[in-house]
RNA sequence: CGGGGCGUGGCUCAGUUUGGCUAGAGCGCUUGCUUUGGGAGCAAGAGGCCGUAGGUUCAAGUCCUACCGCCCCGACCA
């Protein structure tokens, strides 16, 4: 993609309405521009973050045999009112009515609408275990949304539920996912903690809840800092480890994940039963298992920057490498640019190329908001003798060498 | 919802305490010249119902009232 054909509005200065980190490089690297408190417009370089997250986690769905489905927003709320959970979700779901006078909701949430769906096409064991999983947004009307990304009314996540005939089966799903849930957040760049929580409005018996540890994070851990256990931060909290009996410490977090075993709730409540190998009548065990995905940005942002922007966790970056054209009424420096950009471009890289006409500085200090992990600038100190330039973005070290070593350094820094 | 802060061109802010001519600066934008490896300089421009609505006053960005919006702290959550 060429910078002048894309819409990147980065910010020099902080933005009035940010006080996080994640909330204004959010806004300064042209991510995201809020329309209203917790609704948020994507733009080009924050939508391929989010897709880039989705793809990640598409891969390791699918890796645990998850199938893929999309449930609608739009719900009736008699379905709720079925559930129970009607009045416990309380104002906290958006309700309104269609011109026929029928109530209707936004799904803050999808397992009464998935239990339905699994109570009218499962009806054997033979049909058990499955595991459907979707991407869409939810819709929660809340007391505070924060922080750009992190609490937003509108937001984007990963729901999946589990469907198993006995106990065994839950216990086996829940802990594919846990794993795989380990797995995503490792490559989304994130240094996660895992810690048993409860399951709130969600019932059931065991939850766990996924923490990165952030200093604007709204949520508070305890923290070993001997055998690194974890567990959840209550005022009257024992202020010592149970192992070894070292002080805890209480830091700052992000929830981005949250796990719940919730046995027979929904299909008890929706009648999504089965006939057992012997014929006997019997409610289906669920799981289900969220990941805040656009909460994701912001938490890797987070943990992934310094004094100059975003620094962003490989598989998560908007392009894998920007091309830092100097000057670009200079037609050798361009022909460079532009071969460079072809090259990569056939080698399957994605690359954004700087083509402004803007002075070098502004470029240089774009280029490291933006936390593109690899910048090529192309410059007239290396044209003489068609030598590149290669900068890291984490180490900020500047490598200057022939045009085949340096394109050899940059796959192996890519695929290595 | 309770407590605190804020609202002035696209962005950051001054001006409000103590009301007074035509509302300012920097950045960004347009045009020209110069400059050109870490957010350039000069010159000339464009862009504002000072959040909204009432009120007080000869006179309101500035004072009063109500409302709206945004941010932060608390309950809730991915």
Not at 261 to 279: H, V
Not at 346 to 353: E, M
Request: neutral net charge; contains cysteine.
């Amino acid at each position: 993609m060429f910078w002048t054909k894309t819409l990147i509005p980065t910010l020099k200065e902080v933005p009035q309405e940010a006080e996080s980190v994640s909330h204004q490089l959010l806004l300064r690297a042209g991510l995201a521009r809020m329309l209203m408190a917790g609704a948020y417009s994507y733009l080009p370089l924050g939508l391929r973050v989010l897709e880039n997250i989705q793809k990640i986690i598409i891969e390791e769905m699918n890796f645990c045999s998850g199938a893929q489905v999309l449930l609608p927003a739009l719900q009736p709320l008699e379905l709720w009112q079925r559930s129970g959970r009607d009045k416990d979700i309380g104002e906290v779901m958006f309700r309104f009515n269609d011109r026929r006078g029928r109530k209707l909701c936004l799904g803050p949430t999808h397992e009464e609408i998935i239990t339905e769906l699994i109570k009218n096409h499962v009806s054997s064991y033979k049909q058990l275990p499955l595991l459907l999983y979707q991407i869409q947004t939810k819709f929660r009307d809340e007391i505070r949304p924060r922080f750009g990304l992190i609490r937003a009314c509108e937001f984007i996540m990963k729901d999946a539920y589990s469907f198993d005939q006995d106990e065994e089966g839950l216990e086996k799903n829940y802990r594919i996912m846990y794993e795989a849930y380990l797995r995503i957040f490792k490559r989304c760049g994130l240094d996660v903690l895992s810690i048993e929580a409860d399951s709130g409005v969600m019932g059931g018996k065991v939850s766990h809840e996924f923490m990165v540890s952030a200093k604007d994070g709204e949520d508070a851990v305890l923290i070993c800092p001997t055998c690194k256990s974890v567990m959840a931060f209550k005022e009257e909290a024992d202020k010592v480890c149970v192992k070894c009996k070292a002080h805890l410490q209480k830091i700052n977090a992000i929830e981005i994940g949250h796990i719940f075993k919730l046995g027979t709730k929904y299909s008890l409540a929706l009648g999504a039963n089965f006939l057992d190998a012997k014929g006997n009548l019997k409610p289906i065990i669920m799981g289900c298992y969220g990941i805040g995905v656009s909460r994701i940005i912001s938490a890797a942002i987070e943990q992934n920057h310094d004094n100059d922007g975003i620094i962003w966790p490989k598989e998560l970056s908007p392009y894998q490498v920007i091309i830092t054209a100097l000057d670009v009424t200079n037609k050798d420096i361009m022909e460079i640019s532009l071969s460079l950009y072809e090259e990569l471009g056939a080698l399957g890289i994605s690359v954004l190329l700087d083509d402004r006409d803007e002075r070098a500085g502004v470029k240089f200090k774009d280029a490291d908001l933006l936390g593109i992990p690899l910048q090529l600038i192309v410059g007239k100190g290396s044209l003489k003798d068609g030598s590149l330039e290669l900068k890291n973005r984490i180490t900020k070290e500047k490598l200057i060498k022939s045009r085949v070593e340096i394109l050899k350094e940059l796959a192996q820094q890519i695929h290595g």
